[in-house]
């Protein structure tokens, strides 16, 4: 393997008592689509919060392209090409759809102290539109984004992290709350336009026919560690994963 | 020397008297999650009601601690009534709504507060001083002192401890401590949120009145004094952490001596120190000395 | 695609000038409206003009989130520039006066902003409120130099170097008032179409967010809080021109209560608003002072009460309800 775009060093965390991040090392490399599971509180999104900048671990190091990224802020590892999506979206609420894209947009080509441009130029809107269509999102172009029902947000919160074009890309269960028939083709536009840009992404997932589907690479988490790593038939396959992550009994 | 004696003794005093309206400005803020901008309009009307009694009822000639019975009825009427009328009325409607609409809604409500205390008591002052004057002073290194500011003191002792007491030692104290660190799980571990609400909305606003009766004989009670004191309250409770029992007692000292000190030392300039004071502590504790930060869950 | 964004589109790049057509059209109708009214009419709307630049220094603030208790600090900073520029450096020219005055509140707010700006919600009103006190205190203490609470004097300035003749000085100062104004509304209304206005209503909804799309908050806000400071100086210049006089009051907390209570009123949804707000406000206040002022506290309270409960984005939403029907 070459070396890794992103790699976690011993990295911890508790609150209190529980550890959340328990001395995990683990590197990813350019291009790589990683599933991430594991029962709810085993730490799979504090791993995603501590990477970005959010939490900041008790110890460790999280190194990318070989910078420490230990200390920073959410928006350096943003400036850096470290995007993510949210378990429960992240939006502006009180403005429309169009609206919170033109935003991700504007911020992205480094107008977020322009104060005599508008927001609403036309190439800007074109911009912002071509976004939302590609997530089957210009329905509801006008709409409040309070007003949204909630799987719809969830898409939306997706596109938003996808307007920054990252090279690196954490979704945080990117099809919960999502319906059946949307969850692949939301995957799907996901896939297609990370495969031509050679984004590295690590997706947090409970439902596992996605992850079958679309996963390259598997981790499987519990408490805090990271207890099966490798091709994703094979963790799948695994004894302990099937026994904390799945729920299967295996009768023997 | 002297002068430090002096701040020293002015200093406490400042902060017993600033202790009791800011314990309930915060012990408020702590259960309801709303700063009560009318808080100094409480104060104002148990002044005015503790100095009406007392011009009205106490003579010379009568025994002193019946005057203070009296401010301390008129306070203990305005916390009882005022209270629960507030707080079910009016701000029982902005539950959850955002923070600073409370806040503007508590604005609103000093507005209405004031022009009501005018129109009840007028725009003459009430001095209410014969308490204060009656009880003499006592000279400590040269210097007198009147012993009434002594009441001040030992009333902020008493409210601290009893404050203490029920939130250490009673089931309902208990409750509070729950619902100022969740509400929602106090919700569902069956405590009766609302009710805790109007109880400590009213042993706050209670505190504020008894602030206010106890202070009137010491001035003359006119319209304004409401703002004086909520101005105060707030740099007591920023710089002890919004919500916090110990930040206000922390607070009021630091908040008492700073003013003591710059009514020795730079005459006229109390408010600047003050809020000078609360500017170093906000630049290295930015939450106040109790206060918490809570990081959003994402 | 939706017919809304159609039409977005089709007027977006035509957005500018529209906005300046708008304002011009604005201040030739109330330079024509000026010739009209009587002239404590026309003294009235000069004032309340001058100050619902305060106002939107406020609703600009609001509309990122931030209830400043305090922006009299700016609005004192305003006026006593103006008061302190003709004694102390002898200008006598309006316009730099409030050039002065600009430029004075601006970098007091680039100084307290670092602090400031680090607080939100009720830490940020009671913080800003703190700082205007404090304004207030100094200016009442030190009266050797800065008058106490009588306040300063503000002699008649010249207007482009001409010097006005008492007679038609509130004429001119309306004038002024009104040149001054449309070029600040313009500002403002440009800056809420801008990214950076946008990027201020997110902070209002979600900071994570912003910061996790790579933008700044603390800059978002700190230009915010800068801009709302330079827009309340040329206010408090103006008035302080116009009236003639400045006092401590400026800065006190309640004149920062009666911004807030105008911008409530008026609604932050678009430049306008606040503006009109302002007008409604002083000019109920114009009567209810002289007939009930007893009780004009308590009227405002109420009032306050009702568009909190009842009309939460103020007398602007009438606005919208009757430009939809109207629409359609
Ligand atoms: N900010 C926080 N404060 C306290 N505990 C937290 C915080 N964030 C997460 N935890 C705890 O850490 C553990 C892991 O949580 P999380 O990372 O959200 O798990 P997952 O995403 O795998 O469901 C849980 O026990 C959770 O309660
Ligand atoms: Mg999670």
Same mark, same amino acid.
């Given at each position: 393997?070459?070396?890794?775009?992103?790699?976690?060093?011993?990295?911890?965390?508790?609150?209190?008592?529980?550890?959340?991040?328990?001395?995990?090392?683990?590197?990813?490399?350019?291009?790589?689509?990683?599933?991430?599971?594991?029962?709810?509180?085993?730490?799979?999104?504090?791993?995603?919060?501590?990477?970005?900048?959010?939490?900041?671990?008790?110890?460790?190091?999280?190194?990318?392209?070989?910078?420490?990224?230990?200390?920073?802020?959410?928006?350096?590892?943003?400036?850096?090409?470290?995007?993510?999506?949210?378990?429960?979206?992240?939006?502006?609420?009180?403005?429309?759809?169009?609206?919170?894209?033109?935003?991700?947009?504007?911020?992205?080509?480094?107008?977020?102290?322009?104060?005599?441009?508008?927001?609403?130029?036309? !190439?800007? &809107?074109? #911009?912002?539109?071509?976004?939302?269509?590609?997530? %089957? $999102?210009?329905? /509801? *172009? =006008?709409?409040? +984004? !309070?007003? &949204?029902? #909630?799987?719809?947000?969830?898409?939306?919160?997706? %596109? $938003?992290?996808? /307007? *920054? =074009?990252?090279? +690196?890309?954490? &979704?945080? #269960?990117?099809?919960?709350?999502?319906?059946?028939?949307?969850?692949?083709?939301?995957?799907?536009?996901?896939?297609?336009? &990370?495969?031509?840009?050679?984004?590295?992404?690590?997706?947090?997932?409970?439902?596992?026919?996605?992850?079958?589907?679309?996963?390259?690479?598997?981790?499987?988490?519990?408490?805090?560690?990271?207890?099966?790593?490798?091709?994703?038939?094979?963790?799948?396959?695994?004894?302990?994963?099937?026994?904390?992550?799945?729920?299967?009994?295996?009768?023997? | 020397?002297?002068?430090?004696?002096?701040?020293?003794?002015?200093?406490?005093?400042?902060?017993?008297?600033?202790?009791?309206?800011?314990?309930?400005?915060?012990?408020?803020?702590?259960?309801?999650?709303?700063?009560?901008?009318?808080?100094?309009?409480?104060?104002?009307?148990?002044?005015?009601?503790?100095?009406?009694?007392?011009?009205?009822?106490?003579?010379?000639?009568?025994?002193?601690?019946?005057?203070?019975?009296?401010?301390?009825?008129?306070?203990?009427?305005?916390?009882?009534?005022?209270?629960?009328?507030?707080?079910?009325?009016?701000?029982?409607?902005?539950?959850?709504?955002?923070?600073?609409?409370?806040?503007?809604?508590?604005?609103?409500?000093?507005?209405?507060?004031?022009?009501?205390?005018?129109?009840?008591?007028?725009?003459?002052?009430?001095?209410?001083?014969?308490?204060?004057?009656?009880?003499?002073?006592?000279?400590?290194?040269?210097?007198?002192?009147?012993?009434?500011?002594?009441?001040?003191?030992?009333?902020?002792?008493?409210?601290?401890?009893?404050?203490?007491?029920?939130?250490?030692?009673?089931?309902?104290?208990?409750?509070?401590?729950?619902?100022?660190?969740?509400?929602?799980?106090?919700?569902?571990?069956?405590?009766?949120?609302?009710?805790?609400?109007?109880?400590?909305?009213?042993?706050?606003?209670?505190?504020?009145?008894?602030?206010?009766?106890?202070?009137?004989?010491?001035?003359?009670?006119?319209?304004?004094?409401?703002?004086?004191?909520?101005?105060?309250?707030?740099?007591?409770?920023?710089?002890?952490?919004?919500?916090?029992?110990?930040?206000?007692?922390?607070?009021?000292?630091?908040?008492?001596?700073?003013?003591?000190?710059?009514?020795?030392?730079?005459?006229?300039?109390?408010?600047?120190?003050?809020?000078?004071?609360?500017?170093?502590?906000?630049?290295?504790?930015?939450?106040?000395?109790?206060?918490?930060?809570?990081?959003?869950?994402? | 695609?939706?017919?809304?964004?159609?039409?977005?589109?089709?007027?977006?790049?035509?957005?500018?000038?529209?906005?300046?057509?708008?304002?011009?059209?604005?201040?030739?109708?109330?330079?024509?409206?000026?010739?009209?009214?009587?002239?404590?009419?026309?003294?009235?709307?000069?004032?309340?003009?001058?100050?619902?630049?305060?106002?939107?220094?406020?609703?600009?603030?609001?509309?990122?989130?931030?209830?400043?208790?305090?922006?009299?600090?700016?609005?004192?900073?305003?006026?006593?520039?103006?008061?302190?520029?003709?004694?102390?450096?002898?200008?006598?020219?309006?316009?730099?006066?409030?050039?002065?005055?600009?430029?004075?509140?601006?970098?007091?707010?680039?100084?307290?902003?670092?602090?400031?700006?680090?607080?939100?919600?009720?830490?940020?009103?009671?913080?800003?409120?703190?700082?205007?006190?404090?304004?207030?205190?100094?200016?009442?203490?030190?009266?050797?130099?800065?008058?106490?609470?009588?306040?300063?004097?503000?002699?008649?300035?010249?207007?482009?170097?001409?010097?006005?003749?008492?007679?038609?000085?509130?004429?001119?100062?309306?004038?002024?008032?009104?040149?001054?104004?449309?070029?600040?509304?313009?500002?403002?209304?440009?800056?809420?179409?801008?990214?950076?206005?946008?990027?201020?209503?997110?902070?209002?909804?979600?900071?994570?967010?912003?910061?996790?799309?790579?933008?700044?908050?603390?800059?978002?806000?700190?230009?915010?809080?800068?801009?709302?400071?330079?827009?309340?100086?040329?206010?408090?210049?103006?008035?302080?021109?116009?009236?003639?006089?400045?006092?401590?009051?400026?800065?006190?907390?309640?004149?920062?209560?009666?911004?807030?209570?105008?911008?409530?009123?008026?609604?932050?949804?678009?430049?306008?608003?606040?503006?009109?707000?302002?007008?409604?406000?002083?000019?109920?206040?114009?009567?209810?002072?002289?007939?009930?002022?007893?009780?004009?506290?308590?009227?405002?309270?109420?009032?306050?009460?009702?568009?909190?409960?009842?009309?939460?984005?103020?007398?602007?939403?009438?606005?919208?309800?009757?430009?939809?029907?109207?629409?359609?």
């Amino acid at each position: 393997m070459s070396a890794p775009i992103l790699e976690a060093v011993d990295l911890s965390k508790r609150f209190g008592a529980v550890v959340a991040c328990d001395a995990i090392s683990v590197g990813f490399a350019a291009g790589e689509l990683v599933g991430m599971v594991g029962p709810n509180g085993a730490g799979k999104t504090t791993f995603v919060n501590v990477i970005t900048g959010y939490v900041t671990p008790d110890s460790g190091h999280i190194r990318y392209r070989g910078e420490e990224l230990v200390g920073l802020t959410p928006r350096s590892a943003v400036e850096r090409g470290i995007a993510r999506s949210f378990q429960h979206p992240q939006l502006y609420d009180n403005l429309s759809v169009l609206e919170n894209a033109l935003i991700a947009l504007s911020i992205k080509r480094g107008e977020q102290r322009s104060m005599w441009a508008q927001l609403k130029r036309r !190439a800007a &809107l074109d #911009e912002a539109v071509a976004l939302l269509e590609r997530f %089957a $999102l210009t329905e /509801a *172009l =006008e709409t409040e +984004v !309070a007003q &949204l029902p #909630e799987g719809r947000r969830k898409v939306l919160d997706i %596109a $938003l992290s996808f /307007a *920054l =074009e990252p090279a +690196v890309l954490l &979704l945080d #269960e990117p099809t919960s709350g999502v319906s059946a028939q949307e969850k692949f083709a939301l995957m799907d536009t996901v896939i297609d336009v &990370l495969a031509k840009t050679e984004t590295t992404v690590l997706f947090i997932e409970h439902d596992m026919e996605v992850v079958e589907k679309y996963a390259q690479r598997l981790l499987a988490f519990v408490d805090g560690q990271i207890i099966a790593d490798g091709r994703s038939a094979d963790v799948l396959a695994d004894q302990r994963v099937r026994e904390l992550v799945l729920g299967v009994v295996d009768a023997s | 020397m002297q002068t430090t004696s002096a701040i020293l003794i002015d200093g406490l005093v400042y902060a017993s008297w600033i202790f009791l309206v800011s314990v309930g400005l915060t012990l408020i803020f702590g259960v309801l999650r709303i700063l009560n901008l009318a808080h100094g309009s409480l104060y104002a009307i148990g002044a005015y009601m503790g100095a009406w009694l007392v011009v009205r009822f106490f003579q010379p000639g009568m025994p002193l601690w019946l005057s203070i019975v009296l401010l301390l009825f008129g306070a203990l009427l305005v916390g009882a009534v005022m209270g629960p009328l507030v707080e079910r009325l009016l701000l029982r409607r902005t539950y959850g709504r955002d923070e600073v609409l409370q806040l503007l809604v508590t604005y609103a409500l000093f507005l209405i507060l004031g022009d009501l205390t005018k129109l009840i008591w007028g725009v003459n002052p009430y001095y209410a001083y014969l308490p204060y004057s009656l009880m003499g002073n006592v000279t400590i290194g040269k210097i007198p002192y009147p012993r009434y500011d002594g009441v001040l003191i030992v009333a902020a002792i008493v409210v601290g401890l009893g404050l203490w007491a029920i939130v250490n030692r009673t089931r309902f104290g208990k409750f509070m401590v729950a619902v100022i660190r969740d509400r929602e799980i106090s919700t569902t571990l069956g405590i009766n949120v609302p009710l805790v609400c109007t109880a400590a909305f009213t042993i706050g606003t209670t505190l504020a009145a008894i602030g206010g009766a106890l202070t009137a004989p010491t001035i003359s009670v006119v319209p304004g004094i409401d703002v004086t004191v909520i101005v105060l309250s707030f740099a007591v409770v920023v710089i002890g952490g919004l919500g916090s029992l110990e930040g206000a007692a922390l607070g009021s000292i630091i908040v008492g001596l700073a003013r003591a000190s710059a009514v020795h030392l730079f005459p006229d300039l109390d408010l600047v120190a003050i809020y000078l004071v609360m500017a170093v502590v906000l630049i290295f504790k930015p939450q106040g000395l109790f206060g918490r930060v809570e990081a959003k869950r994402i | 695609m939706a017919t809304l964004v159609r039409t977005d589109r089709a007027r977006a790049d035509v957005g500018q000038l529209r906005r300046l057509g708008g304002v011009a059209l604005l201040v030739a109708i109330l330079a024509v409206v000026g010739l009209v009214l009587a002239s404590w009419m026309q003294f009235l709307l000069t004032v309340s003009l001058a100050e619902s630049l305060a106002v939107l220094g406020v609703a600009l603030l609001m509309r990122a989130g931030l209830v400043s208790f305090g922006q009299g600090l700016f609005y004192a900073a305003g006026g006593y520039a103006v008061a302190y520029g003709m004694r102390l450096l002898g200008l006598h020219e309006a316009l730099l006066l409030l050039a002065l005055g600009i430029v004075v509140s601006a970098l007091v707010a680039a100084a307290v902003g670092p602090l400031i700006c680090r607080y939100r919600q009720i830490f940020f009103a009671m913080i800003s409120l703190a700082f205007s006190m404090v304004l207030y205190s100094v200016l009442l203490k030190f009266n050797g130099i800065t008058g106490g609470s009588d306040g300063m004097q503000v002699p008649a300035a010249t207007i482009l170097g001409l010097h006005v003749a008492d007679r038609v000085l509130p004429a001119a100062y309306y004038d002024l008032t009104i040149v001054c104004f449309g070029i600040a509304l313009y500002a403002v209304s440009a800056y809420m179409a801008s990214p950076l206005g946008y990027l201020a209503r997110a902070v209002r909804d979600n900071e994570i967010r912003l910061e996790y799309l790579g933008a700044s908050v603390q800059s978002v806000t700190y230009r915010t809080y800068v801009l709302a400071a330079a827009l309340t100086g040329l206010g408090g210049g103006l008035t302080a021109l116009a009236v003639g006089h400045v006092s401590p009051t400026l800065a006190y907390w309640t004149t920062s209560g009666e911004f807030i209570f105008a911008a409530l009123l008026g609604g932050t949804s678009s430049a306008l608003a606040p503006v009109v707000g302002t007008v409604v406000f002083e000019s109920i206040n114009s009567y209810a002072s002289a007939y009930f002022p007893n009780i004009w506290e308590m009227v405002l309270g109420i009032v306050m009460l009702a568009i909190i409960l009842l009309l939460p984005r103020g007398l602007w939403t009438l606005y919208e309800i009757a430009a939809r029907r109207w629409s359609r």
